[in-house]
T-cell receptor, first 115, second 111 residues
Framework: KAGVTQTPRYLIKTRGQQVTLSCSPISGHRSVSWYQQTPGQGLQFLFEYFSETQRNKGNFPGRFSGRQFSNSRSEMNVSTLELGDSALYLC??????????????FGPGTRLTVL | GQSLEQPSEVTAVEGAIVQINCTYQTSGFYGLSWYQQHDGGAPTFLSYNALDGLEETGRFSSFLSRSDSYGYLLLQELQMKDSASYFCAVRDRGAGNKLTFGGGTRVLVKP
């Protein structure tokens, strides 16, 4: 079974631009979560989608948004980029949303650099 | 709110044993998970404890004490490939079931 895939792997943008990141979950997984990882803040939860519905949202400004499609693929969008948005953005998939086993399968991430 | 505390770094030699502690504060607790992340790689799931006690999986074991809001990951017979960051994580019922990670413990294994 193929793992979680994320595109693009690397991205360089300038302040004020917007960016869209894509995530394809493991086949059969309906839950997709997004995380931001930075050296100073660690792994921060952005949002979780299940069956095209946002189930949870982290404490990020409205510039961060996402969606999930009927095939469970997910995208996240960051508008009006700021220098502080430079980070590794990780996507993780799971069979269920809020599953008690907490096992999530992570993709390799998209490294976003904002100049 | 919720918070998890774990040491930032641990150094040990090959063959040694390392214990990574994690204390947490949540308003509704489901269980404690552990993830491993090598530099440049993605986090991978190691273990999950929902009930008190020790769970053993090969060289790695994880322990939970719900009454103490405390858990640990035990790495035995350390190998060079165990050099990585280790994160504890909880899913908090009081916070909409979202998964929250600790800051991570960087384990450096020396020959």
């Amino acid at each position: 079974k193929a793992g979680v895939t994320q595109t693009p792997r690397y991205l360089i943008k300038t302040r004020g631009q917007q960016v869209t990141l894509s995530c394809s979950p493991i086949s059969g997984h309906r839950s997709v979560s997004w995380y931001q990882q930075t050296p100073g803040q660690g792994l921060q939860f952005l949002f979780e989608y299940f069956s095209e519905t946002q189930r949870n949202k982290g404490n990020f400004p409205g510039r961060f948004s996402g969606r999930q499609f009927s095939n469970s693929r997910s995208e996240m969008n960051v508008s009006t980029l700021e220098l502080g948005d430079s980070a590794l953005y990780l996507c993780a998939s799971a069979h269920q949303a809020g599953g008690v086993y907490n096992e999530q399968f992570f993709g390799p991430g998209t490294r976003l650099t904002v100049l | 709110g919720q918070s998890l505390e774990q040491p930032s770094e641990v150094t040990a030699v090959e063959g040694a044993i390392v214990q990574i502690n994690c204390t947490y504060q949540t308003s509704g607790f489901y269980g404690l998970s552990w993830y491993q992340q090598h530099d440049g790689g993605a986090p991978t799931f190691l273990s999950y404890n929902a009930l008190d006690g020790l769970e053993e999986t090969g060289r790695f074991s994880s322990f939970l004490s719900r009454s103490d809001s405390y858990g640990y990951l035990l790495l035995q017979e350390l190998q060079m490939k165990d050099s990585a960051s280790y994160f504890c994580a909880v899913r908090d019922r009081g916070a909409g079931n979202k998964l929250t990670f600790g800051g991570g413990t960087r384990v450096l294994v020396k020959p």
